[in-house]
């Protein structure tokens, strides 16, 4: 069996982030917006806001679990705190869903005031390659493993059932130093490679996210080639990134962008998962609980999935405050291993339930745990089904 296959049930996980608790927010918007700070303190906070987070993962029955990216204030601080090379923009627009912004655009501009960009502790700001990219997170890096590891041993798990989410190449800001995109991306790919590893190195599982490759498939500007080729870049600079890294130990997360809204402009799944499935990991996640995309499934009735890789499809959704129920979810399960074997399905989200740190996430942190349990209870459920 490969290293994440199931031997005798469904394992669950989920995709990382999870809402910050306040008090930490409250450290590191002062950390944020350079105002003075007690750094022993706030290093401390994340620590045991982790070891926190951990237990109540292992108590809802997640069988492989992360630290909730705690000490990320968001994707784009993220970037430009552990890479050399890039600059924020605040006076630059972000683009981002443009089709959908454009076909619904009373809601979204009610929904990035209200939700995705409401309440975060540092704005979201378009960041920008403005020269030679160099990994500089070892630090920031090696404290989320030395946290990580210390909550998932206090809690009684092992090594190889705890992850650490990484930004793909793809994610990584907007080139304006690099002459062609091919020579961005694999510079990005030889420098993340570093964080990768440091990753791995520690007995970890390493997550690459890349919810930036079904954007490809939506974008106004391009046509179907540009499309086709810009996807193949994409993949293309995510193995570089993985070089030297054995498959087995790596997850492959991708999504679409938005948590509640439309979802009429996003790529569906038959775009995106021939290119998914060159990416070497042992398992790969995408959303299939939400309305737009839950019959997919039947994608996999003609699709061959390489030996050993691991579905993990999501089975309760970042997008709403309904619970789903147990009985829903191992019908979801179930769906997927009769069509790519028992041991090759595991249980997880569409997405992250925070992926910048907000004071008020979309769906409320006491729904996510509950979310959790029932996750726990459907795997349970497919499991006898499927192992009787």
């Given at each position: 069996?490969?290293?994440?296959?199931?031997?005798?049930?469904?394992?669950?996980?989920?995709?990382?982030?999870?809402?910050?608790?306040?008090?930490?927010?409250?450290?590191?918007?002062?950390?944020?917006?350079?105002?003075?700070?007690?750094?022993?303190?706030?290093?401390?906070?994340?620590?045991?806001?982790?070891?926190?987070?951990?237990?109540?993962?292992?108590?809802?029955?997640?069988?492989?679990v992360t630290d909730g990216e705690f000490s990320k204030p968001g994707f784009f601080t993220y970037i430009r705190e552990r890479l050399e090379g890039f600059e924020a923009r605040p006076n630059q627009k972000l683009l981002i869903?443009?089709?959908?912004?454009?076909?619904?655009?009373?809601?979204?501009?009610?929904?990035?005031?209200?939700?995705?960009?409401?309440?975060?502790?540092?704005?979201?700001?378009?960041?920008?390659?403005?020269?030679?990219?160099?990994?500089?997170?070892?630090?920031?890096?090696?404290?989320?493993?030395?946290?990580?590891?210390?909550?998932?041993?206090?809690?009684?798990?092992?090594?190889?059932?705890?992850?650490?989410?990484?930004?793909?190449?793809?994610?990584?800001?907007?080139?304006?130093?690099?002459?062609?995109?091919?020579?961005?991306?694999?510079?990005?790919?030889?420098?993340?490679?570093?964080?990768?590893?440091?990753?791995?190195?520690?007995?970890?599982?390493?997550?690459?996210?890349?919810?930036?490759?079904?954007?490809?498939?939506?974008?106004?500007?391009?046509?179907?080639?540009?499309?086709?080729?810009?996807?193949?870049?994409?993949?293309?600079?995510?193995n570089a990134a993985l070089k030297g890294i054995p498959a087995e130990r790596v997850r492959y997360h991708t999504c679409y962008g938005v948590n509640e809204?439309?979802?009429?402009?996003?790529?569906?799944?038959?775009?995106?998962?021939?290119?998914?499935?060159?990416?070497?990991?042992?398992?790969?996640?995408?959303?299939?609980?939400?309305?737009?995309?839950?019959?997919?499934?039947?994608?996999?009735?003609?699709?061959?999935?390489?030996?050993?890789?691991?579905?993990?499809?999501?089975?309760?959704?970042?997008?709403?405050?309904?619970?789903?129920?147990?009985?829903?979810?191992?019908?979801?399960?179930?769906?997927?291993?009769?069509?790519?074997?028992?041991?090759?399905?595991?249980?997880?989200?569409?997405?992250?339930?925070?992926?910048?740190?907000?004071?008020?996430?979309?769906?409320?942190?006491?729904?996510?745990?509950?979310?959790?349990?029932?996750?726990?209870?459907?795997?349970?459920?497919?499991?006898?089904?499927?192992?009787?």
């Open positions: 069996m490969a290293l994440q296959q199931n031997t005798n049930r469904i394992q669950t996980t989920h995709i990382g982030s999870l809402p910050r608790p306040h008090d930490l927010l409250d450290l590191m918007r002062q950390k944020f917006a350079g105002k003075p700070y007690d750094e022993k303190a706030l290093d401390g906070l994340i620590a045991k806001s982790v070891a926190d987070s951990v237990r109540k993962q292992v108590d809802c029955g997640i069988d492989i869903f443009q089709k959908e912004v454009a076909a619904f655009p009373a809601y979204y501009e009610q929904y990035f005031k209200e939700a995705m960009m409401g309440g975060t502790i540092v704005p979201i700001v378009p960041v920008v390659c403005t020269g030679p990219v160099k990994y500089r997170g070892e630090a920031a890096v090696q404290r989320d493993i030395k946290n990580i590891k210390a909550a998932a041993k206090a809690a009684g798990i092992p090594d190889e059932h705890v992850f650490l989410p990484a930004t793909a190449p793809s994610g990584v800001g907007i080139n304006e130093y690099y002459k062609t995109e091919e020579e961005y991306f694999h510079a990005l790919a030889a420098e993340l490679n570093k964080e990768y590893k440091l990753i791995i190195d520690s007995g970890i599982l390493l997550q690459v996210d890349d919810p930036f490759l079904p954007d490809i498939f939506v974008e106004p500007d391009l046509d179907e080639k540009q499309m086709k080729r810009r996807a193949e870049i994409y993949i293309e600079a995510a809204g439309p979802r009429l402009y996003e790529a569906a799944l038959s775009e995106i998962i021939g290119y998914v499935l060159k990416v070497k990991a042992g398992s790969v996640s995408f959303e299939a609980a939400n309305p737009r995309h839950e019959h997919e499934y039947h994608l996999f009735e003609t699709i061959k999935v390489p030996d050993g890789m691991v579905l993990c499809p999501g089975v309760i959704t970042h997008a709403s405050n309904i619970v789903e129920h147990p009985e829903l979810i191992a019908e979801r399960l179930i769906r997927f291993a009769k069509l790519v074997g028992r041991e090759n399905v595991m249980a997880g989200a569409d997405c992250g339930f925070s992926s910048q740190a907000l004071y008020k996430t979309e769906v409320h942190d006491t729904v996510i745990w509950e979310k959790f349990k029932a996750m726990r209870e459907g795997a349970d459920i497919a499991t006898k089904k499927l192992w009787s």
